[in-house]
């Protein structure tokens, strides 16, 4: 009897867990194909889209995408401009398409925005865009021809209407050197730009190095009921020729205009010593990519608590905080999970190298692998790679790897989230994980 109860719980369980059809799995029990939800097709003729690798982005069960338009930048290229188009999460109808450019032979690569309500900011260059999430409409743009030129579109962040960049004034005035500084903007409106913080920093060595001086990356928060920014700078050291730089940081007060702390070392004089992406701030601690390390500082003092180094960087892909874990994908081809508090490793698994952002949704963390062109997903408790999904689109066209963004939509009304991914062809939903 006992044994024919066993025997009924066993069929349960594996019906339980039973393929669904369409799925395909590797050798190792790593899925490798699955029936999508619904697919969008997101080309136009021969051209992909492409040109967008941004946070996911989503507003009222919509997710900002990319699409091709057809028109070629350069005349001859193959190349399509991009696009931005929003997509329903849940059907994939396309609710609107932009492409409300300034300039006729502008391009896109756009790597960073922010929002705020139902509103989206990014920078292309020395232009700057608004669009209406709910209509796709371009609430505002700006040619910033006299004020400052934006050295990488991905450099922003904002709190409230408030949003603040780090870019180099055209007009320099009586200075020799192009230095960075801090800009802030409002999302609700084109006005000027204004500077809010200028690290003031010897000169003996600038113009040696190609690597930009000043403030570089930054995120705002809001401390003991005022607005404050934690701001990371860039100082050519000695021996600037070789391009040996340190980087620091400091806390700026934007209430008060004046600096709670600065010069607390993010990384020694070193080849190449730079931050790569904004911070996380998370309680009252702030985790930095510095270079090859991962350092986490207290964001009253600036006191280091930890620091993680690795064999390479982190240049293409920020780190993320989940489950009280850090997690970061490193060029050393490894996703590594570290302890929040002590910077221990929880553990690492084999990944794609270069990649998408990571995407955090319900215990999984989803990306897409730059270096092979699969969508992956990896159970955040210990790092078991899940999904290593082929893009179904490679049997028509052999270009048509997973790419560019990826979005995560939370699990609603009992329904399990959804990941949207980008072929260049089509955008595919698939159920997630949980």
């Not at 920093?201 to 570089?216: D, R």
Request: hydrophobic share 40%.
């Amino acid at each position: 009897m006992v044994r024919r109860i066993l025997y009924w719980v066993l069929v349960a369980g594996c019906l339980s867990c039973k393929e669904k059809p369409g799925d395909e799995f590797y050798p190792d029990g790593v899925l490798l194909s699955k029936e999508p939800a619904w697919k969008t097709q997101v080309s136009v003729n021969s051209f992909l889209a492409q040109g967008i690798d941004i946070p996911p982005t989503l507003y009222n069960d919509g997710a900002v995408m990319a699409c091709a338009t057809g028109f070629e930048p350069v005349a001859g290229s193959g190349l399509s401009r991009p696009g931005l188009l929003m997509l329903d999460v849940l059907t994939g109808k396309v609710r609107w398409k932009w492409d409300d450019y300034m300039y006729d032979r502008e391009s896109l690569f756009l790597t960073g925005r922010y929002t705020f309500n139902d509103r989206m900011v990014f920078h292309n260059g020395p232009r700057t865009y608004c669009i209406n999430l709910s209509t796709g409409k371009t609430e505002w743009k700006k040619w910033k021809a006299d004020s400052v030129n934006t050295l990488n579109p991905g450099l922003i962040s904002g709190i409230g209407h408030r949003y603040f960049f780090s870019a180099i004034a055209i007009k320099r005035g009586d200075e020799d050197y192009p230095l960075n500084k801090l800009y802030e903007g409002n999302i609700l409106n084109a006005v000027r730009e204004v500077e809010v913080v200028n690290p003031q920093l010897p000169k003996e060595y600038f113009g040696v190095t190609p690597i930009p001086a000043g403030a570089t990356f930054f995120c705002p928060t809001v401390l003991d009921g005022d607005t404050v920014i934690a701001v990371a700078y860039q100082v050519p050291a000695a021996d600037a020729q070789y391009n040996v730089i340190k980087s620091a940081f400091g806390l700026y007060n934007l209430n008060k205009k004046e600096w709670i702390y600065k010069d607390r070392m993010l990384l020694e004089p070193q080849r190449g010593g730079v931050v790569d992406w904004c911070p996380v701030i998370y309680g009252e601690k702030i985790y930095w990519n510095a270079n090859r390390d991962i350092v986490c500082n207290d964001l009253r003092t600036g006191r280091e608590i930890w620091r993680k180094a690795f064999r390479q960087d982190f240049l293409f892909t920020p780190l993320i905080i989940a489950e009280n874990k850090v997690i970061a994908n490193n060029e050393d081809t490894w996703l590594y999970a570290l302890d929040i508090n002590t910077g221990a490793e929880l553990w690492k698994t084999s990944s794609a190298g270069t990649s998408s952002h990571l995407v955090y949704l319900d215990g999984y963390v989803y990306y897409i692998g730059g270096g092979d062109g699969f969508l992956h997903a990896v159970d955040i408790s210990n790092g078991k790679t899940v999904w290593r999904l082929r893009s179904p689109d490679l049997k028509a066209d052999s270009r048509a790897h997973f790419s560019g963004g990826i979005s995560g939509v939370p699990a609603k009304n009992g329904k399990k989230g959804r990941i949207l991914a980008g072929t260049g062809r089509h955008v595919y939903s698939y159920e997630a994980i949980r």
